[in-house]
């Protein structure tokens, strides 16, 4: 299956061939619907096809990991096998997601300490850090996000060897998600002059287009771990 979302985040739709349909899931050749994993929700959206559509009210991963379902909603029509569909984003809900997994990787890069959980919403996230709660001032780390936002940061992608990523591993942060392996090469997510990490989920291009954020609750979740809430101040 072709993921055109690894490639062009920004590509809203596309037209794909249906290898498979139940109401366990549809399963096209080429899709720009990003499934759930990393700690960001799947897509959701719409098929459409010469006479009918169906709503896509979530995505998964299949068995492969260049595999994906699509899971209609109840109820809903399905597509008949070897069918020319238009698969189209609800875009609006993933690009919030694309402005807060960005945000959550500015959070990673001006807090100390092993990321040891996540969530990804698209209106407000939160990263769990290995470090003690005395280490974190809300106040000045809204500002050095919101610095960082507004310097405008180009956010590129590129891919680099499974070899090269074992040879650098300081550069995982997150200890409860792993980068996978399998594929012969890791996709990278870089923030200019800011943070380089692996990372299969959708971005902004730049950071200036996530807008203003909010830190929200900082909460204790053990001795050494500490939950922090981000927002979308927009």
Same mark, same amino acid.
């Given at each position: 299956?072709?993921?055109?979302?690894?490639?062009?985040? +920004? =590509?809203?739709?596309?037209? $794909?061939?249906?290898?498979?349909?139940?109401?366990?899931?549809?399963? =096209?050749?080429? &899709?720009?619907? +990003?499934?759930? @994993?990393?700690?960001?929700?799947?897509?959701?959206?719409? =098929?459409?096809?010469?006479?009918?559509?169906?709503?896509?009210?979530?995505?998964?991963?299949?068995?492969?990991?260049?595999? %994906?379902?699509?899971?209609?909603?109840? @109820?809903?029509?399905?597509?008949?096998?070897?069918?020319?569909?238009? $698969?189209?984003?609800?875009?609006?809900?993933? *690009?919030?997601?694309?402005?807060?997994? &960005?945000?959550?990787?500015?959070?990673?890069?001006?807090?100390?300490?092993?990321? &040891?959980?996540?969530?990804?919403?698209?209106g407000k996230s939160r990263?769990?850090?290995?470090?003690?709660?005395?280490?974190?001032?809300?106040?000045?780390?809204?500002? #050095?996000?919101?610095?960082?936002?507004?310097?405008?940061?180009?956010?590129? &992608?590129?891919?680099? #060897?499974?070899?090269? =990523?074992?040879?650098?591993?300081?550069?995982?942060?997150?200890?409860?998600?792993?980068?996978?392996?399998?594929?012969?090469?890791?996709?990278? %997510?870089?923030?200019?002059? %800011?943070?380089?990490?692996?990372?299969?989920?959708? *971005? %902004?291009?730049?950071?200036?287009?996530?807008?203003?954020?909010?830190?929200?609750?900082?909460?204790?979740?053990?001795?050494?771990?500490?939950?922090?809430?981000? *927002?979308?101040?927009?």
């Amino acid at each position: 299956m072709e993921l055109i979302f690894r490639d062009d985040s +920004y =590509l809203r739709e596309c037209s $794909a061939t249906v290898l498979s349909a139940d109401p366990g899931g549809v399963r =096209l050749d080429r &899709t720009v619907f +990003y499934p759930m @994993g990393g700690g960001q929700p799947g897509d959701a959206g719409r =098929l459409l096809w010469n006479g009918g559509e169906t709503t896509i009210a979530d995505t998964h991963k299949g068995e492969r990991h260049d595999d %994906v379902t699509h899971l209609p909603a109840e @109820g809903a029509a399905l597509p008949a096998v070897g069918a020319e569909v238009r $698969a189209v984003l609800d875009w609006e809900r993933r *690009h919030r997601l694309m402005r807060m997994h &960005t945000a959550l990787h500015l959070l990673c890069s001006l807090v100390p300490g092993d990321v &040891t959980g996540g969530q990804i919403g698209d209106g407000k996230s939160r990263l769990d850090f290995n470090i003690a709660g005395d280490q974190i001032d809300k106040e000045a780390l809204q500002a #050095s996000l919101n610095a960082i936002v507004a310097a405008d940061h180009a956010v590129r &992608t590129r891919w680099i #060897s499974e070899e090269e =990523l074992a040879q650098t591993p300081e550069l995982v942060r997150t200890v409860s998600v792993k980068p996978p392996n399998g594929a012969g090469r890791v996709r990278m %997510v870089e923030i200019a002059g %800011v943070d380089l990490q692996p990372c299969g989920g959708t *971005h %902004v291009r730049s950071t200036a287009e996530i807008g203003g954020l909010r830190i929200g609750k900082v909460e204790n979740k053990g001795r050494q771990n500490r939950r922090i809430n981000v *927002h979308l101040d927009n």
